[in-house]
């Protein structure tokens, strides 16, 4: 049997994924037999699965209503309200036995109007956007000389320089985990020497003209200042002026308020199991987004993957012997308040969890998953989803890994976790910007997540052999 290559894959046009997908699962509806070293789900289902993706349109459907009728959904917001009324209705609709929400406590945060402008020695307008918690300039605005800085270590090296001045952490792109730092810590460290403002540049390795912003934190001892993001562009023509020694200033403008602790809510739906109900295979993603776009990778796709890989197994008469939780978090982007909610709410029956699954990496082409838990549930995993290896040849990988932000704490309780993996060229380059649009998502590659998160619960979820024989009862 030939499977379409990943470089043909990888060639064809938008949606051109779609077909080969389709040629790939029209050859698995042929293969029937066990292939060596697969286990306890036989290829059988899992072909069905993939076969069934392959026509799926559902996901992307939701992903669209999600991204164009709801829209912005950022914590604590009505953007918020309106996607908590979106979720309970679409799982409802979806065949869900059960739906309700929870109240998570999240920190209730507004942007307002915002602005920025190189006033001289040449005058042009910057596009910026400010940092999620930052206090506000009041409405005056704060006028300054840009001291630009490569990193925390030049900064340092020039503390005596920073006072009354906006400093502008330009640093080189050295992956998300290294440079998102400066975001996070930039402002405090930045007024620890009496600096005025922080920007940033935008945390991407790939500008596409468009600022991004993300959660900042402050530090208890030194004053909390201004923070926000520019464009890799603008943060690189400040720091080129800074070196040519024209000494740029820049007046910032920007209304964000703190305005205290609001309620939103965790969105839970259940699709009760056949044999097992007592037993839960959760699968996930974070409802909440910034306020910049629709957040199309980040993670309307997760919401709409959690949710459209249930109600595939659900339209094809593949409810499992244990039960599917589908939780859509809130509060991922202000720091896992749904997630750690979550595990308050549910402390009872954490040994009922079989599995957590969480998508927060986008919808691009599948590459597998990355497991959090011990080396036996790492190879049980990789066994039991070995036929969707074919969803990505040469590429898929099952190994050890983070499982995800939301899942995190209940996790670290002992619940085995899973993330959701994908290629991450692009991820970066939309990612916590208005960039982060529907348009960005290719319906084959959604098709084919589809069908590797439907894969995953359902081989987890009607195994015979749980995979927490000490921990859920019920079990066998």
């Not at 392959?54 to 918020?80: F, H, K, N, P, Q």
């Amino acid at each position: 049997m030939t499977t379409p290559s990943l470089e043909l894959r990888r060639s064809l046009p938008r949606n051109g994924r779609l077909a080969a997908l389709i040629v790939l699962t029209t050859l698995l509806a042929g293969c029937g037999q066990r292939i060596e070293g697969e286990s306890a789900v036989s290829p059988g289902p899992l072909d069905r699965v993939m076969a069934a993706a392959a026509a799926d349109t559902y996901t992307y459907a939701l992903l669209s209503e999600l991204c164009d009728t709801v829209g912005e959904r950022l914590a604590g917001s009505e953007g918020m309200k309106r996607a908590v009324a979106w979720s309970r209705a679409a799982m409802i609709e979806a065949g869900c036995d059960s739906v309700w929400t929870e109240p998570v406590t999240v920190p209730h945060w507004t942007r307002g109007r915002e602005w920025a402008r190189c006033l001289g020695p040449v005058a042009f307008d910057l596009e910026m956007c400010g940092l999620g918690l930052s206090v506000g300039t009041g409405p005056e605005g704060i006028e300054g000389e840009v001291l630009a800085v490569r990193d925390f270590e030049e900064l340092e090296a020039r503390a005596d320089e920073a006072a009354g001045r906006i400093v502008l952490f330009d640093p080189p792109w050295e992956g998300y985990g290294k440079t998102v730092q400066y975001r996070v810590n930039g402002a405090s460290r930045a007024a620890a020497h009496g600096a005025v403002a922080c920007l940033i540049r935008s945390v991407t390795d790939h500008s596409l003209g468009a600022p991004h912003t993300g959660v900042m934190r402050y530090a208890e001892d030194v004053p909390r200042i201004p923070a926000a993001a520019l464009t890799v562009e603008d943060a690189a023509r400040l720091s080129s002026m800074c070196r040519r020694g024209m000494r740029p200033r820049v007046k910032l403008s920007m209304e964000a308020e703190l305005h205290g602790e609001t309620t939103c809510y965790n969105v839970i739906g259940d699709i009760r199991g056949t044999e097992l109900p007592e037993e839960i295979v959760l699968v996930s993603g974070h409802l909440d987004s910034w306020d910049l776009g629709p957040n199309a990778h980040d993670d309307g796709a997760g919401c709409a993957l959690a949710l459209g890989s249930a109600a595939l197994l659900l339209k094809h008469d593949m409810r499992p012997r244990r039960t599917i939780r589908i939780v859509h978090f809130t509060s991922e982007e202000f720091g896992g308040h749904g997630g750690r909610a979550y595990l308050e709410a549910h402390r009872h029956e954490l040994d009922h969890h079989v599995l957590a699954i969480e998508s927060d990496s986008g919808a691009f082409a599948p590459r597998g998953f990355s497991v959090q838990a011990d080396s036996t549930v790492v190879a049980a995993i990789a066994d039991l989803t070995a036929p969707l290896a074919r969803l990505a040849p040469d590429r898929w990988q099952v190994e050890p890994g983070g499982s995800g932000v939301d899942i995190g704490p209940i996790v670290r309780a002992g619940v085995p976790g899973v993330g959701h993996r994908v290629e991450h060229e692009l991820y970066f380059s939309y990612h916590h910007s208005r960039a982060d649009s529907f348009d960005k998502i290719d319906r084959g590659d959604l098709a084919l997540n589809v069908a590797a998160i439907a894969g995953l619960v359902l081989a987890v979820a009607d195994d015979p052999v749980t995979l927490r024989p000490h921990a859920a009862p019920g079990g066998e």
